[in-house]
Every structure is written in structure tokens, then in C-alpha cells.
């Protein structure tokens, strides 16, 4: 059983449109169409990348206080794993576009293997954790195929 609303899940996958829609438009759509959706693919991209880590944050601060002092969860530096992915995301959007795609792609992997490992911090119970990771999962590998797609397309298709 899912613990998590039907309006969750479905928000969460309609995040994939653009992800979808904008590399579909690299590919197909004529220039300077296909280039302008390459600048925004990469632009949600790292909207959606710099959400990821503002995920760190928001749980941080729902446990601020609450925690004893010394306790795992500080020793781990999720204030600065928060704050790294915005870091990156902005770096990727001032570089080549196919390079950046890459970029966010590969940091949105890196975020997926890191939070799994930090998500035990944020749920109630494991049963949340693991449906969160089922979703995340999915939308983590399908955006990042979007992102690295496009790179490919702009670098090896379109002239």
C-alpha cells in the first residue's frame, strides 16, 4: 500500500512533461526552436535539481531543535548537501549546453545515491521511505535519460 496521497504521485509525475517534452523538442522541432528548448531543458533541470537539495533543507529544519545534541543527522552535513546542488545546477547553466545537460544529469544520479542514505532521516517509518525511493527513483532515471539525451542529440545530430 502507497502511504502517499494520489495528488502526491500524480505532481510528482507530471514534473516528468517537461523533462520529456523539451528533449522531444531538441530532437524534432526546427531551429531555433530545437535551441530554445535546449536552454530550457536545462534551466528545469536545474530547477529541478536545486529542489532536490532544497529537500535537505526543509527537512533539517523540521527536525531543528528536536534532535539530541551530536546526534548522526548534523554529523552528516545535510545544511551543506542542501546547498550543493544549487551550486552545481548554476555552474551548469552558465557552460555549453550539452555539458551541462550532463552535468545536471549526473548530479541529479549523484543526489539519488546520496539521499537514499539520507532519507532514513526524514520518515516517519520505512515503509514511507521505501515508496518515496520507488517514486524518486523513476523520476530521477527518466529525467536524467531526458537531460543526457538532449546532450547527445545537440552533439551528434543536429549540425
Request: proline share 6%; hydrophobic share 55%.
Amino acid at each position: 500500500m502507497n502511504p502517499f496521497p494520489p495528488l502526491l504521485i500524480k505532481l510528482a509525475y507530471a514534473g516528468l512533461i517537461p523533462f520529456v517534452g523539451l528533449a522531444l523538442m531538441v530532437q524534432l522541432a526546427p531551429t531555433p526552436l530545437n535551441y530554445l528548448s535546449a536552454e530550457s531543458l536545462a534551466a528545469y533541470g536545474a530547477i529541478v535539481t536545486s529542489f532536490m537539495g532544497a529537500l535537505h533543507w526543509g527537512a533539517n529544519l523540521h527536525t531543528l531543535g528536536k534532535l539530541p545534541p551530536g546526534d548522526k543527522w548534523e554529523d552528516r552535513n545535510a545544511w551543506i548537501w542542501g546547498v550543493i546542488p544549487a551550486l552545481v545546477a548554476w555552474v551548469a547553466l552558465h557552460i555549453y549546453i550539452p555539458v551541462g545537460l550532463v552535468i545536471l544529469a549526473s548530479t541529479l544520479l549523484i543526489q539519488r545515491n546520496i539521499d537514499q542514505n539520507t532519507y532514513q532521516y526524514y520518515f516517519s517509518s520505512d515503509e514511507a521511505r521505501q515508496a518515496f525511493m520507488i517514486i524518486r527513483n523513476r523520476l530521477t532515471y527518466i529525467s536524467a535519460a531526458c537531460l543526457i539525451w538532449a546532450a547527445l542529440v545537440i552533439l551528434f545530430v543536429q549540425n
